[in-house]
Every structure is written in structure tokens, then in C-alpha cells.
């Protein structure tokens, strides 16, 4: 089993725990418009479409209640477990691992972490961390597009050829901050769980500050 296969099994059984009106990371979003969430961008082209397009972000929110109405919260959260439906761009081969891994990380987190009495965070296995750290090198720009400092992220723990830690630069900035931590809790800053993620802050405090601010990103 891949780590994105066992954490949509292991963010389904969370679901199925906490039940519907569990709270999530995701504001304004409880257990079952998660649930919806990821339903919706396996098997509904047309809704997921809000997922990256802000302007259809009312459409995005439209399907989600016609599919917390169609489905019972535990039929809803059994379709998401099950995986995307046959004739989906998801169910290409290959494609799981490099769609799904982040996507069903975070969104587990967003279940774990919230609420009154959050879960700690997880020690992933190194050929995760490494999947994860390889990733960010690929998308940081991107994901701190709208980051108001430089941001830095820093592999906790790693050296490089010179003896130095591994280091990508994220964003450009006068101020720069920089973000200490294993490669999943620096993709959980870099998606905008900034107050949620395990990392070290390493700046002024007036630029940390806007770096905690910084907009959640699709995910």
C-alpha cells in the first residue's frame, strides 16, 4: 500500500470516528463538507472546477450540499474510502501517488490537528519525508506565491554536500523567515496550516506574523 492509499484509508476511519460536525482546519468546513470536498474532486469535473478556480468557488460549494444531501455522512465518507470512480482522470495508473499524496496528508491533518483537543503531530517514515522534501523543492515557489516575506524552508535534521542543512528558497522577500521542520510539517506551512504545523519560525517577529497570515492554498 502506498502512503497516499493508507492515508485516505486512515482519513476515512478518522471520519467515520469523529462523525459529521467535527470541526477541521479548513475554515468555515466541518467533517462532512471534508468529506464532500474530496468526493467531489474525484468524480465531479464540473464542481471540482472551484477547487482551483476561485471564481467558481460558489459552484465548489454548490455540489458539496447536493452530495451531503444525495448520501448519508457515512455512505459519503465509505465513497471517498472506496476511491475515485472508474472512468476518472484519478484512476489512471500512476496517477494516485503524485494527485493524492499531499492531498489526502493534509486533509488527515486538517482532521487530526482541529478542534479542542488536537492529535501530536506523526513520525512518517523517512521515504515519506524524503517524497515530501523532493515535492516541495518542485512547488514551494508556487505555494508561497503569496507569502509577504521571504521565506526559507530548512530541513530539520539534514546536511547537504557541505555539511550544511538542506535549504530551498521559497519566496523572495526584504525580511526573510525561515522555516524549520521535517518535510511534512513544512508542506503542512506551505498549504497554509500555519498555526497548525510543527516548524521552528527563525525571523523578526513582525515578519513571522505575516508569514503566519499568509492565505491558505487550494489543496
Request: hydrophobic share 45%; with cysteine; proline share 5%.
Amino acid at each position: 500500500m502506498t502512503f497516499a492509499q493508507s492515508e485516505r484509508a486512515e482519513l476515512a476511519d478518522l471520519l467515520d470516528q469523529v462523525g459529521p460536525e467535527a470541526p477541521t482546519l479548513c475554515e468555515g468546513w466541518t467533517a462532512h463538507d471534508l468529506a464532500a470536498h474530496l468526493w467531489i474532486r474525484e468524480t465531479d469535473p464540473v464542481g471540482a472546477g472551484g477547487i482551483v478556480a476561485r471564481p467558481l468557488a460558489g459552484l465548489l460549494e454548490r455540489r458539496m450540499t447536493e452530495a451531503k444531501t444525495r448520501w448519508p455522512y457515512a455512505e459519503l465518507v465509505d465513497k471517498v474510502r472506496n476511491g475515485p470512480a472508474r472512468f476518472s482522470v484519478f484512476a489512471i495508473p500512476g496517477v494516485d501517488e503524485g494527485a493524492n499524496t499531499i492531498e489526502y496528508f493534509v486533509h488527515h491533518e486538517d482532521v487530526r490537528r482541529a478542534g479542542d483537543a488536537p492529535l501530536a503531530a506523526r513520525a512518517l517514515p523517512e521515504d515519506v519525508e524524503g517524497w515530501l522534501w523532493r515535492r516541495l523543492k518542485l512547488l514551494a515557489r508556487a505555494q508561497f506565491r503569496r507569502a509577504k516575506v521571504g521565506v526559507v524552508l530548512e530541513r530539520e535534521g539534514s546536511q547537504d554536500a557541505d555539511g550544511q542543512p538542506e535549504t530551498i528558497r521559497a519566496a523572495a522577500g526584504a525580511h526573510i523567515v525561515t522555516a524549520v521542520g521535517a518535510p511534512s510539517e513544512l508542506t503542512l506551512l506551505a498549504h497554509g496550516r500555519t498555526r497548525a504545523a510543527n516548524v521552528r519560525l527563525v525571523g523578526e517577529p513582525d515578519a513571522v506574523e505575516q508569514l503566519l497570515g499568509m492565505d491558505q492554498s487550494d489543496s
